[in-house]
T-cell receptor, first 113, second 116 residues
Framework: AQKVTQAQTEISVVEKEDVTLDCVYE???????LFWYKQPPSGELVFLIR??????QNEISGRYSWNFQKSTSSFNFTITASQVVDSAVYFC??????????FGTGTSLTVIP | EAQVTQNPRYLITVTGKKLTVTCSQN?????MSWYRQDPGLGLRQIYY???????DKGDVPEGYKVSRKEKRNFPLILESPSPNQTSLYFC???????????????FGPGTRLTVL
C-alpha cells in the first residue's frame, strides 16, 4: 500500500488562481515527519516545509500555506495567487522514525499565464 | 557552499557493465540516502545510511550496493546494470540527531542513467 498518496497527477490553473495540492499519508507510528518538496523544470529538488506529528499548527509562508490534519492523515499544500514560477512537480514525503523516507508520486502543477 | 555533489551527471552504459555513481556532501551530515525517480512513481528510496559503516535497505534495493566508509561519501554501485535500472538518481543528505532524521534532506543535482 502506498504510504503517501498524491491523488492529483496533474493540475493546471490560470495565473493568480489559488490551488491546493492534496497529500494523504499512512503510518502507524505516533512520531513521524512530513515534508513537501518542489521540483521545477530544471530538475533539482527544493525543500519547502517539514512538519512533525506533534505539531498540527497550520503554517503560512508568503503565498504558501500548509494544512496538517492528523484526523484525516492529510498534509495539504495551498498556493495563493499562483504565479508561472510555481509551475513544477510537487512531492509530499513521510519519514517514520526519521530513517526511511516515502515520497508520493508527485503532482505536476502548470500555471498558465 | 553547502552542497551535495554527484558524478557523473549523465551516463549511458550497456547491460552488465559495472558502474559507480559517486555522492559527496560537505555539510558533515550523518544521514545519506539514494533515490531513483521514475515517471509516475515519484522518488523511491534505494538505500540509506545513518552514519559511517551503517547502511540499510530502502524500498527498492535490488540490483544496487552502497558503502559508507567515510562520512562525506556514499557511492551507489550497480554491479550488473540492467535496462530496468534506467532512471534518474538522486543522492541526499541530512542531519541526524536523537536517533532520527528530522531535518530536511539536501539533494544532489541528479544523475541520469541509461542502460542499453
Amino acid at each position: 500500500a502506498q504510504k503517501v498518496t498524491q491523488a492529483q497527477t496533474e493540475i493546471s490553473v490560470v495565473e493568480k488562481e489559488d490551488v491546493t495540492l492534496d497529500c494523504v499519508y499512512e503510518t502507524r507510528d505516533t512520531t513521524y515527519y512530513l515534508f513537501w518538496y518542489k521540483q521545477p523544470p530544471s530538475g533539482e529538488l527544493v525543500f519547502l516545509i517539514r512538519r512533525n506529528s506533534f505539531d498540527e499548527q497550520n503554517e503560512i509562508s508568503g503565498r504558501y500555506s500548509w494544512n496538517f490534519q492528523k484526523s484525516t492523515s492529510s498534509f495539504n499544500f495551498t498556493i495563493t495567487a499562483s504565479q508561472v514560477v510555481d509551475s513544477a512537480v510537487y512531492f509530499c514525503a513521510l519519514s517514520e522514525w526519521g530513517n526511511q523516507f516515502y515520497f508520493g508520486t508527485g503532482t505536476s502543477l502548470t500555471v498558465i499565464p | 557552499e553547502a552542497q551535495v555533489t554527484q558524478n557523473p551527471r549523465y551516463l549511458i552504459t550497456v547491460t552488465g557493465k559495472k558502474l559507480t555513481v559517486t555522492c559527496s556532501q560537505n555539510m558533515n551530515h550523518e544521514y545519506m540516502s539514494w533515490y531513483r525517480q521514475d515517471p509516475g512513481l515519484g522518488l523511491r528510496q534505494i538505500y540509506y545510511s545513518m552514519n559511517v559503516e551503517v547502511t540499510d535497505k530502502g524500498d527498492v534495493p535490488e540490483g544496487y550496493k552502497v558503502s559508507r566508509k567515510e562520512k562525506r561519501n556514499f557511492p551507489l554501485i550497480l554491479e550488473s546494470p540492467s535496462p530496468n535500472q534506467t532512471s534518474l538518481y538522486f543522492c541526499a543528505s541530512s542531519l541526524f540527531r536523537e536517533t532520527r532524521t528530522y531535518n530536511e534532506q539536501f539533494f544532489g543535482p541528479g544523475t541520469r542513467l541509461t542502460v542499453l
